[in-house]
Antibody, heavy 124, light 106 residues
Framework: QVQLVESGGGVVQPGRSLRLSCAASGFTFSSYGMHWVRQAPGKGLEWVAV????????YYADSVKGRFTISRDNSKNTLYLQMNSLRAEDTAVYYC?????????????????WGQGTLVTVSS | DIQMTQSPSSLSASVGDRVTITCQAS??????LNWYQQKPGKAPKLLIYDASNLETGVPSRFSGSGSGTDFTFTISSLQPEDIATYYCQQYDNLPTFGGGTKVEIK
C-alpha cells in the first residue's frame, strides 16, 4: 500500500534552516510528481511546491520562492524540502503528497495520497 | 494566482440532510477542480477530482459538479462520519485551495 512518511520537523529560530524528508513506499516513486502542502495552526491548506517525477521541473508558491527548495532522490524513494531563512509565518504542519497522475508534466494536479505531516515551529 | 472562494465557511445540518458547498474561481479553470475532506488531526483525503470524478473507495453520497468558474460539492445524505472540513483546490495553474467549509451535525 502507498505510504508517505515525513520527518525533520521541529522548533527552529527565525532566519535558520531546516530540511524535511518524505520517505515513499508502496508505489514506483520515480513515476510520480510530488508536492509539499502546509497548514498553519488552525488555518487552511496552502500548496508549497511541486517537483516532476524525473526532477526536471520545480514550481513554488510565491510565499516560499527563493527560500525553499524541493528536491528528490529517486534511488532512495525520498522527497525533500530545504527551508532557508525561516520566518514565523512558516510555522505549519508540512505534508508531502503524491500527484494523482503518473508522469504528469504540469505545475499542479490532484493529491491522491498524503503523509501524516510533520510540524515546523519557527520561534525564538 | 487564481483565487478560490468557498462558501459557506461553516454549516450545521442534521443526519440525513443534503449538504451543498460551493467554490468559485477567480478565472476559468475548466474542470481542474478537486475536493478534499479533512478530519481533525488528520491529513486531507481526496474525494472528488476533475470536478466530478469520485475517487476510488469514496462513498457515492459524495458528488461534485461544475466547470469554468462555478463548482458545487454535495453530500446527498449527511452521515455522522462526514463531520470534517472540506476544501476545494484548483490546478489550472499553480494549485490553490479554497478557505474550507467546516461541517457540523445539528
Amino acid at each position: 500500500q502507498v505510504q508517505l512518511v515525513e520527518s525533520g520537523g521541529g522548533v527552529v529560530q527565525p532566519g535558520r534552516s531546516l530540511r524535511l524528508s518524505c520517505a515513499a513506499s508502496g508505489f514506483t516513486f520515480s513515476s510520480y510528481g510530488m508536492h509539499w502542502v502546509r497548514q498553519a495552526p488552525g488555518k487552511g491548506l496552502e500548496w508549497v511546491a511541486v517537483i516532476w517525477y524525473d526532477g526536471s521541473n520545480k514550481y513554488y508558491a510565491d510565499s516560499v520562492k527563493g527560500r525553499f527548495t524541493i528536491s528528490r532522490d529517486n534511488s532512495k524513494n525520498t522527497l525533500y524540502l530545504q527551508m532557508n531563512s525561516l520566518r514565523a509565518e512558516d510555522t505549519a504542519v508540512y505534508y508531502c503528497a503524491r500527484d494523482g497522475l503518473p508522469a504528469a508534466i504540469a505545475a499542479g494536479g490532484f493529491f491522491d495520497y498524503w503523509g501524516q505531516g510533520t510540524l515546523v515551529t519557527v520561534s525564538s | 494566482d487564481i483565487q478560490m472562494t468557498q462558501s459557506p465557511s461553516s454549516l450545521s445540518a442534521s443526519v440525513g440532510d443534503r449538504v451543498t458547498i460551493t467554490c468559485q474561481a477567480s478565472q476559468d479553470i475548466s474542470n481542474y477542480l478537486n475536493w478534499y475532506q479533512q478530519k481533525p488531526g488528520k491529513a486531507p483525503k481526496l474525494l472528488i477530482y476533475d470536478a466530478s470524478n469520485l475517487e476510488t473507495g469514496v462513498p457515492s453520497r459524495f458528488s461534485g459538479s461544475g466547470s469554468g468558474t462555478d463548482f458545487t460539492f454535495t453530500i446527498s445524505s449527511l452521515q455522522p462520519e462526514d463531520i470534517a472540513t472540506y476544501y476545494c483546490q484548483q490546478y489550472d495553474n499553480l494549485p490553490t485551495f479554497g478557505g474550507g467549509t467546516k461541517v457540523e451535525i445539528k
